[in-house]
């Protein structure tokens, strides 16, 4: 985005909510305060220092407005953005642009969903659409199926290298004291689970669990008096591409080709420097399009490139160290996880999945239907 500078804000404080499957009683914006009141809690502030907050949920259309009114505070800066998974990334940039003018100081970004509670329709209700709807497609798989499908068209990708993404997410996940999923996960059981969209298998599909976060964002000077290490902000950016998926230009590049260039300018850096990704996997197919859009391998080369075993433990690139969406958790819109992931692997707190050096790291969001892409680069103090 122009106008922000690199190292000009610090995450200094992440938490999860509960998660997996939490009482009948609790709400979304109990999730987001309860991870607000542990995100505090790891960087040492109090309630009373946030003076910004920034929220979205498909449960609450007045999300920010909502955990104000439940924290009892009254922030100078609040922004509700909605576009769906990437809608954290957004705000995290949104909350770097207030906080280097001065309208903020401290920045609380929540999310929460009891999606798995209450199912998954009733947290994400569908509009009807004219062009699509009549076909009655099971969205939002069936639309990342057709992008699966034209990939392999295009490009010869295999049920097989989906099915890898899916197995590499699971090894991860075991690491994860975290994780919904607990048992090894093999090709074969990917390939033969229950067919839900072809090509997609149940395996190929994202866990649908109750959960939500928090991360407290701060400036780079605060952030240095705080009991944490800061995790400084590089490089963000932000690019919508379509709304429906009969809309998308072409299947098989997304509009992370724009947010990615966006956040490496900003951060003067390469694909080749980052040392861990923490990538947006509602699908198996989403890991793939995005190692290609933000420049990791060459169009058409994902499914090839996850083949051996690359993105795995041991592999040749850390990607989705917490098991993701496929294997770890996935409360709807996970775009706020998958930061706290990549903040967590920059301070080296990631125990047994700990990338080894990790200084650089970078987390992308996906929203909608491969809609809306949001990248951001993390990275510790010695890369300012």
């Given at each position: 985005?122009?106008?922000?500078?690199?190292?000009?804000?610090?995450?200094?404080?992440?938490?999860?909510?509960?998660?997996?499957?939490?009482?009948?009683?609790?709400?979304?914006?109990?999730?987001?305060?309860?991870?607000?009141?542990?995100?505090?809690?790891?960087?040492?502030?109090?309630?009373?220092?946030?003076?910004?907050?920034?929220?979205?949920?498909?449960?609450?259309?007045?999300?920010?407005?909502?955990?104000?009114?439940?924290?009892?505070?009254?922030?100078?800066?609040?922004?509700?953005?909605?576009?769906?998974?990437?809608?954290?990334?957004?705000?995290?940039?949104?909350?770097?642009?207030?906080?280097?003018?001065?309208?903020?100081?401290?920045?609380?970004?929540?999310?929460?969903?009891?999606?798995?509670?209450?199912?998954?329709?009733?947290?994400?209700?569908?509009?009807?659409?004219?062009?699509?709807?009549?076909?009655?497609?099971?969205?939002?798989?069936?639309?990342y199926a057709l992008a699966a499908s034209r990939h392999m068209y295009e490009f010869g990708t295999t049920r097989e290298h989906l099915a890898k993404v899916a197995v590499a997410a699971r090894k991860w996940a075991l690491l994860n004291p975290a994780a919904w999923e607990k048992e090894p996960l093999t090709m074969e059981q990917v390939l033969n689970s229950r067919m839900v969209s072809h090509p997609l298998t149940v395996r190929d599909c994202c866990l649908v669990t109750d959960g939500g976060g928090a991360i407290i964002v701060t400036s780079a000077a605060r952030a240095k008096t705080l009991k944490k290490k800061p995790v400084y902000v590089l490089g963000v950016g932000e690019s919508l591409g379509h709304t429906t998926i009969s809309n998308m230009p072409d299947l098989t590049t997304?509009?992370?080709?724009?947010?990615?260039?966006?956040?490496?300018?900003?951060?003067?850096?390469?694909?080749?420097?980052?040392?861990?990704?923490?990538?947006?996997?509602?699908?198996?197919?989403?890991?793939?399009?995005?190692?290609?859009?933000?420049?990791?391998?060459?169009?058409?080369?994902?499914?090839?490139?996850?083949?051996?075993?690359?993105?795995?433990?041991?592999?040749?690139?850390?990607?989705?160290?917490?098991?993701?969406?496929?294997?770890?958790?996935?409360?709807?819109?996970?775009?706020?996880?998958?930061?706290?992931?990549?903040?967590?692997?920059?301070?080296?707190?990631?125990?047994?999945?700990?990338?080894?050096?990790?200084?650089?790291?970078?987390?992308?969001?996906?929203?909608?239907?491969?809609?809306?892409?949001?990248?951001?680069?993390?990275?510790?103090?010695?890369?300012?």
């Amino acid at each position: 985005m122009s106008g922000l500078l690199k190292g000009s804000v610090a995450v200094v404080g992440v938490a999860e909510s509960d998660l997996g499957q939490v009482a009948p009683h609790t709400s979304p914006i109990d999730l987001m305060a309860q991870a607000t009141m542990r995100a505090l809690d790891d960087c040492g502030l109090e309630l009373s220092d946030v003076d910004a907050v920034l929220s979205a949920t498909s449960q609450s259309r007045y999300s920010a407005m909502a955990l104000c009114e439940y924290l009892r505070i009254k922030p100078k800066y609040f922004d509700g953005t909605m576009i769906g998974g990437a809608s954290f990334m957004s705000h995290l940039a949104h909350a770097q642009a207030a906080i280097q003018q001065g309208v903020c100081e401290v920045a609380l970004i929540a999310y929460g969903s009891t999606q798995r509670s209450v199912s998954r329709a009733a947290a994400t209700p569908r509009e009807y659409n004219f062009f699509e709807s009549p076909y009655r497609p099971l969205l939002p798989v069936s639309a990342y199926a057709l992008a699966a499908s034209r990939h392999m068209y295009e490009f010869g990708t295999t049920r097989e290298h989906l099915a890898k993404v899916a197995v590499a997410a699971r090894k991860w996940a075991l690491l994860n004291p975290a994780a919904w999923e607990k048992e090894p996960l093999t090709m074969e059981q990917v390939l033969n689970s229950r067919m839900v969209s072809h090509p997609l298998t149940v395996r190929d599909c994202c866990l649908v669990t109750d959960g939500g976060g928090a991360i407290i964002v701060t400036s780079a000077a605060r952030a240095k008096t705080l009991k944490k290490k800061p995790v400084y902000v590089l490089g963000v950016g932000e690019s919508l591409g379509h709304t429906t998926i009969s809309n998308m230009p072409d299947l098989t590049t997304t509009a992370a080709v724009e947010s990615g260039a966006q956040a490496y300018r900003m951060a003067g850096l390469k694909p080749s420097e980052v040392d861990m990704l923490s990538l947006y996997d509602a699908f198996t197919i989403t890991p793939i399009l995005f190692l290609e859009d933000l420049g990791f391998c060459p169009k058409g080369e994902g499914g090839r490139f996850v083949a051996d075993g690359a993105i795995a433990p041991g592999g040749k690139l850390a990607v989705n160290t917490s098991g993701g969406g496929l294997s770890y958790c996935h409360p709807g819109m996970y775009g706020l996880l998958v930061m706290i992931e990549a903040i967590r692997q920059v301070r080296g707190e990631c125990g047994q999945r700990q990338v080894k050096d990790c200084e650089i790291a970078l987390a992308h969001g996906n929203g909608g239907v491969l809609s809306a892409q949001c990248t951001v680069l993390f990275g510790s103090e010695a890369t300012l």
